[in-house]
């Protein structure tokens, strides 16, 4: 492991939170386990400095590909005084692509409240061209609760393993972490508003992307006035409607002082919670937002504002160079290009960073540099790119209004937009909720893109420049015509907003400002939580079964702390129509066993004194809140009536009645009873209370606790009330006294049952496998529920005989989706251990109907196997189930009932095919148990007579498809297509052995000579001609691997992609941007 200095990263200053997705290919930087966003934490040891401190630490990690562990960690390195570590999963943290995160090493041990903030880049270096390196870079803010911080999809498994690739070679990897440590920015404390005028838009997980095309639109004040002029009505709601969402957001980003949210906007796209955690492509949102809108504008006064704003026309066209086209019919040479017949008033340019790499079949992102000017003249050299029928009266001069930045690679990144609002000399950054003003340096020259060569550290000795490449570069430019630009950068003010969007909107704003004053001044006031017999009357059996009441659900009073008790009182008099007099309030007490009851009642002195002070004496958690029961007592008419003497040898009890029949439990009332006193004294009231016959023969129970188990025991009715241990506010739960009939007929015929249910009972939320965002029918079970009742109450419902068939897969409560691995046959105790995931409690569970038992499966091997056919051009995918004890030649005996042979008598093998070479003929006699076909392909195939019987001088080889990356290294060669064996004879030369592989291959003859042949040893290829013989090319045969020579066929890739695909990740997609409504 090396260290040394300084190589940073690109110098960004703002932070970026951004909230947890365990999914992704397409995420930005995250904490490697699930975390809520935080607020800013005391920067308690952050350093100040002026010239950060820089370094650059290598890993190098060998025998990686034997790695048996699920996370690994670098020894600690030093950067800025502070001690790091890179944190990475060799085989992905629950995905299939490698895991990266930068680690604070002392984390646990720093004191309370650390912080400090950095910039880093973590790259996998490719040891065979350095130009395939791959690198992310971001910045993060660590605290305790976000101590680690990168990317959980760094790169495809796939790729990481691929020993063509160069990213491992001689099973060895090496990691490098750029980190800058920085001064800790205050995130939070930035005002945007007062700084700049403009606010920021909040990033509900990974909308960056949207953040800034929204503020780039919100900014061309033509287009929106065209939102505001769409029509709405009072009745609408933002979150289903595209328009009034978008017209809510544009007035909040005008008017507000503080960032705005979008998630009525993304709502009313019909986008869930995954949607905002999966990162998309500002040009495709672009694209249907705007396509979208101009639907919804169709009939109505803005009706064609997207065209005639952003729309322009071109024409194609083909000219013959030496002669006149129109006069000759035969093949001529001609140019053929693209001519304008008008350009747009605004002028979206994309400048096409992400495209598709056909020789590395994968997304790339082009960070090369590419100038753009602050002005741009489209008329230039003489109209030279206009068309015939354009008018040339129309001067299209454009004015560079935003430049839209992607930072990062293809796999993940932040987006961000440099604006000037006015088109002013005044740029500013939107990034998220952080709006800064910046130079037209930052906008403009620093979004080139490109590699940035840094001053030598020792110029003294002669050591060559470091460079590095920009990751944060221009990907979008918009641009405004000189002669519209009045038109466009118009006034819009409140006159332009419909009368029903400005009244709702001001009045959430109050709301808002309400809020935020209530809030600012809490400190003064306590909040009064007063509940009734009424709250227990209308609570229990319907909302909350255990205790007595949920507080959130009672009248409260907000209260000035210095207020008296006596004025609090007049207060509760003349909002709820009780006599001052007829008052008396309990306070509430939180007990041992985690329980809440009325505890006793305010004493004279305590109503004396100041509500502040009465909280405090009352709450030891030292909240803002004091909680109250108002005890009323009624007499004979139902009116109040003062409450009467309480003594000490009363003790104030509730009362639950429980139905047995009905499974319903409800509150009947209270009593007050004398200690000495034995529950047989009170029958006949609570037969009174529950309606009862005098003489109806009760059960009683104590309900004590509910958490984390319940507790609910008998009364011995002839005991005392403190023989029992009763005290103020205890509760009794009662019902008729149980008989042989009711225990049958009753799933709970008592109350301890009835309440162990409702305590367990959960409601399952089912979905099949196949689609795991569709909620398919939901269960009623017990928490408590074992693996075999989950199962058996599912096949139930699906009318299925055998409930062993069902597989059952957890929820990921982070990216919305099920976990990668099903749950085993009986691999969990209860139906709560399938919720859990992590600190979160799911209530959706997948599943999948077998064609076998789970069990049985379990002890099979199921592995995918594609078949290619001797004689026809197909290939189909099979899978092979078999105990795994089983060999290689129980796989083939069982494919051999399955496939299409040549013949009856024809042999087959199984091969393992990874990214186009052949690394391993299977022998028969091999165990299945450890095929591993995740990552490598299981070809099978038949073996050609001609392998059969093989002279000594013969040679079996490998042929490959290849062809050169041009774009990078001539000697880079990428393999595609199908591998291939094929018997090489002694002396027989290229031409011969040519005429045999165009005949197995069956490649015309027009199209074959344009093949090239060559003998490729380690990658680098020797081209052969006609005379050679091959054989001698293949001597050796202490190669490391086969694979490693090979005869290799260049020629380009014209072979359609298969539709299989066979290792791919069960859950793992990307999405195209969609908006729904």
Not at 154 to 182: Q, W
Not at 562 to 573: G, I, M, R, W
């Amino acid at each position: 492991m090396t260290l040394m200095t300084p190589p940073p990263v690109d110098p960004e200053e703002d932070e970026m939170l951004v909230l947890h997705s365990d999914l992704t290919a397409t995420e930005e930087p995250q904490p490697m386990e699930g975390v809520a966003p935080t607020e800013a934490a005391n920067t308690v040891d952050a350093p100040v400095v002026d010239d950060p401190p820089s370094a650059r630490f290598t890993w190098t990690i060998e025998n990686f590909s034997r790695l048996t562990g699920k996370k690994l960690y670098s020894q600690v390195f030093f950067v800025g005084g502070y001690k790091w570590r890179v944190l990475i999963f060799p085989k992905g943290n629950n995905v299939d692509h490698l895991s990266m995160y930068l680690d604070v090493a002392d984390s646990s041990t720093l004191p309370y409240g650390w912080s400090r903030y950095a910039q880093f880049s973590l790259a996998v270096i490719n040891q065979i061209h350095n130009k395939f390196t791959m690198r992310k870079d971001t910045q993060h803010q660590f605290n305790a609760r976000e101590s680690d911080w990168g990317f959980t999809s760094f790169m495809p498994l796939s790729e990481l393993y691929d020993p063509s690739r160069g990213y491992l070679l001689n099973d060895t990897c090496i990691v490098e972490a750029d980190v800058t440590v920085r001064r800790v920015v205050d995130y939070w404390s930035h005002d945007s508003k007062k700084e700049t005028g403009y606010v920021g838009l909040k990033n509900q997980g990974a909308t960056c992307y949207m953040n800034s095309l929204l503020q780039t639109l919100y900014h061309i004040p033509y287009f929106r006035k065209a939102v505001y002029h769409m029509p709405t009505t009072e009745n609408d709601m933002p979150s289903g409607s595209i328009p009034l969402a978008l017209q809510s957001l544009f007035y909040k980003l005008q008017y507000s002082d503080t960032s705005v949210a979008t998630k009525e906007l993304t709502k009313s796209f019909g986008w869930d919670t995954y949607d905002s955690f999966m990162q998309h492509d500002v040009q495709e949102l672009n694209r249907v937002l705007c396509e979208k809108l101009e639907d919804k504008m169709k009939g109505t006064v803005v009706e064609g504002t997207i065209q005639q704003l952003f729309e322009g026309h071109d024409m194609n066209y083909i000219e013959c160079i030496n002669v006149d086209y129109k006069s000759i019919w035969s093949s001529q040479d001609a140019k053929k290009g693209v001519l304008f017949i008008d350009f747009p008033p605004v002028l979206q340019l994309q400048l096409k960073r992400f495209e598709y790499d056909f020789m590395r079949d994968t997304m790339v992102k082009i960070n090369d540099r590419y100038e753009f000017p602050l002005q741009l003249d489209l008329d230039r050299e003489d109209g030279k790119y206009l068309s015939p029928q354009a008018d040339r009266s129309v001067r299209n001069l454009y004015t560079l209004h935003s430049v839209l930045v992607h930072s990062g690679g293809v796999h993940g990144g932040h987006y961000y937009a440099y604006i000037r609002p006015t088109l002013s000399d005044q740029w500013f950054k939107f990034d998220d909720e952080r709006v800064t003003k910046e130079d037209i340096k930052r906008a403009l020259d620093e979004q080139y893109g490109g590699e940035e060569e840094l001053p030598q550290a020792n110029p003294g000795f002669n050591n060559s420049p470091f460079k590095f490449t920009k990751y944060s570069n221009a990907y979008m430019l918009v641009y405004i015509r000189e002669s519209d630009k009045e038109k466009i950068i118009c006034n819009v003010d409140e006159k332009d907003i419909a009368e029903h969007l400005r009244i709702r909107l001001k009045k959430e704003q109050e709301e808002k400002e309400q809020k935020r004053k209530e809030k600012a001044e809490a400190h003064l006031y306590t909040i009064i939580k007063v509940a009734r017999d009424g709250d227990l009357h209308e609570q229990i059996g319907k909302y909350i079964y255990f205790d007595l009441v949920d507080h959130d659900k009672v009248h409260s009073f907000r209260i000035q702390k210095q207020t008296s008790f006596a004025l609090f009182k007049e207060e509760v008099a003349k909002e709820l129509g009780i006599p001052v007099q007829h008052q008396r309030f309990w306070l509430w007490a939180k007990r041992q066993n985690h329980t809440y009851r009325p505890n006793r009642p305010l004493t004279p002195q305590e109503e004396a004194q100041s509500v502040g002070h009465l909280r405090e004496v009352s709450n030891k958690a030292n909240n803002a809140e004091l909680k109250l029961f108002l005890e009323v007592e009624v007499g004979q008419d139902l009116r109040p009536i003062p409450p009467p003497e309480k003594t000490k040898e009363e003790i104030l009890l509730f009362f639950k009645l429980y139905d047995p029949s009905k499974e319903e439990l409800r509150y009947v009332g209270r009593l007050f009873v004398k200690g000495t006193g034995k529950p047989i004294e009170i029958l006949s009231k609570l037969n009174e209370l529950a309606g009862f016959g005098r003489e109806e023969e009760l059960e009683l129970f104590e309900e004590i606790k509910f958490e984390p188990n319940v507790m609910c025991e008998h009364i011995d009715k002839k005991l005392t009330f403190r023989g029992s241990q009763l005290e103020d506010g205890d509760i009794i739960c009662f019902q008729k006294a149980l008989h042989v009939e009711s225990t049958e007929t009753c799933r709970y015929p008592d109350v301890p049952s009835f309440l162990e249910y409702v305590h367990n009972r959960q409601v399952v939320r089912f979905r099949s496998l196949e689609k795991p965002k569709e909620d398919e029918f939901s269960l009623e079970l017990s928490k408590l529920n074992n693996y075999d009742d989950v199962v058996e109450r599912v096949a139930s419902h699906l009318n299925l005989d055998d409930p062993s068939k069902i597989r059952l897969t957890s929820h990921n409560c982070y990216s919305q989706q099920p976990k990668p691995q099903p749950i085993k046959y009986r691999g969990v105790e209860h139906l709560s251990d399938m919720l859990a995931h992590y600190n979160q409690t799911s209530d959706i569970l997948y599943y999948e109907v077998l064609d076998i038992p789970l069990p049985e499966l379990q002890g099979l091997k199921t592995l995918k196997v594609a078949f290619h056919h001797a004689t026809k051009d197909e290939v189909v995918i099979h899978t092979i189930r078999l105990p795994k004890q089983s060999t290689v030649g129980d796989v083939i005996n069982d494919l051999k009932t399955k496939v299409e042979l040549s013949h009856k008598d024809a042999e087959l093998r199984l091969l393992e095919v990874f990214y186009h070479k052949i690394y391993k003929i299977f022998p028969l006699n091999e165990k299945i148990e450890n095929i591993n076909d995740q990552y490598w392909t299981l070809r099978a195939e038949e073996i050609p007579e001609e392998e059969k019987d093989l002279d000594s001088q013969d040679r079996l080889i490998h042929v490959y498809h290849f062809m050169k990356d041009t774009a990078q290294n001539q000697q880079q060669v990428q393999n595609f297509g199908e591998p291939f064996f094929l018997v090489i004879r002694e002396g027989e030369t290229l031409a011969d052995v040519k005429i045999r592989i165009q005949k197995k291959l069956q490649v015309p003859d027009e199209e074959f000579s344009k093949w090239k042949f060559a003998f490729l040893s380690l990658g680098r290829p020797t081209y052969l001609q006609d005379s050679d013989i091959v054989s001698s090319r293949f001597q050796r045969r202490d190669v490391y691997g086969a694979w490693e020579q090979y005869l290799g066929l260049e020629h380009s890739d014209n072979t359609p992609k298969r539709s299989y695909a066979a290792n791919q990740n069960r859950h793992t997609y990307e999405k195209p941007v969609r908006i729904y409504n």
